[in-house]
């Protein structure tokens, strides 16, 4: 592709921001356009268009644009994560919120749901998975379950298939990598495998924060939602908060991600705990 065609016009540029944010509430300012047309580029490589600007025209006359926005949304979308990323939290949960959960005279059973609201490729949902089911190993007397939802198709893949390499579970405790993880039969495969009991615990389906309603359970005891909020403007990451909170027991906690700190202000009935965990 020419230097010409790798990039997007002003016009075409600005219409590809405002449909992002308007489908999934991500924010395309003017400084993101060399990151918009770096992304672009395989995606109309791959339709075999000339340039990106044809890319852009043929996505809004698509027969099937609901189909092409998934891989547009999917290349729009950063999706960085990583095992025990924020480590606080996980500790957070293990000393505080789980025992303080299972101990609240309400409760009526003793099954933990745990919600990843913006996924990524699964390493939050399993990280949770891990801690949790040490902790069941270490004497807890519960039982848990997970879901992990995020927008992007592509990382749901991943995250379902719960294999990584090595250099991915790096942040994982070596005994935690030995009970957790299968490696590769083909030892030249430098990756490993989320084992199947955590894996038959742990769910992903595609969710949009940007919907009026979830169709997940209002009893969750904690929801981990990350790294996403900070895309999204002021308006949109207080409706998003407060959606979530409507899915949380009460008693129940919602971690954010560290530069995300202020999303709750002027979401009623939630308590800041710690500068990122939030009870309602
Ligand atoms: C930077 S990753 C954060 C992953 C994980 N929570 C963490 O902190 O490691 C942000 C994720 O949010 C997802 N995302 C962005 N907009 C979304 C939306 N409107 N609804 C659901 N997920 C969204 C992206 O696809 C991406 O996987």
Redesign the pocket.
């Known amino acids: 592709m020419s230097e010409a065609a790798a990039q997007l016009s002003d016009r075409h540029f600005r219409s590809v921001a405002e449909l992002i944010e308007q489908?999934?509430?991500?924010r395309l300012p003017a400084g993101k356009r060399f990151m918009l047309e770096g992304r672009l580029h395989k995606r109309a490589r791959a339709l075999d268009c000339t340039g990106l600007n044809e890319y852009v025209e043929r996505l809004f006359d698509h027969a099937q644009f609901e189909t092409e926005l998934v891989h547009l949304?999917?290349c729009v979308?950063?999706?960085?994560?990583?095992f025990f990323?924020?480590p606080t939290h996980f500790t957070f949960m293990r000393d505080v919120a789980v025992p303080s959960l299972l101990d609240a005279r309400r409760r009526r059973s003793n099954g933990l749901k745990v919600w990843?609201?913006?996924?990524?490729?699964g390493?939050?949902a399993y990280t949770a998975a891990i801690v949790l089911d040490d902790m069941i190993r270490s004497g807890g007397r519960f039982q848990f379950r997970i879901l992990g939802?995020?927008?992007?198709t592509g990382?749901l893949r991943l995250a379902r298939a719960g294999i990584y390499t090595r250099e991915m579970i790096a942040p994982v405790p070596p005994d935690l990598v030995r009970r957790y993880f299968l490696a590769a039969k083909d030892p030249s495969r430098d990756e490993v495998r989320v084992v199947p009991e955590l894996r038959r615990l742990t769910h992903f389906m595609r969710?949009?924060?940007?919907d009026a309603t979830y169709p997940v359970d209002c009893d969750v005891d904690i929801i981990?939602?990350?790294?996403?909020l900070i895309?999204?403007d002021k308006q949109n990451q207080r409706k998003v908060v407060d959606r979530l909170c409507h899915h949380l027991r009460p008693g129940g906690y919602l971690m954010v991600?560290h530069s995300e700190s202020m999303v709750h202000a002027g979401v009623p009935h939630l308590r800041q705990v710690q500068p990122t965990i939030f009870q309602v």
């Not at 979308?77 to 990583?82: A, G, R, S």
């Not at 990843?116 to 490729?121: G, Y």
């Not at 939802?149 to 992007?152: G, K, L, V």
């Open positions: 489908e999934v509430g991500i949304i999917d979308t950063t999706n960085k994560t990583d990323r924020e990843s609201a913006a996924s990524s490729t390493m939050e939802t995020d927008i992007s990382v969710m949009n924060l940007m981990f939602c990350r790294n996403v895309y999204f991600g």
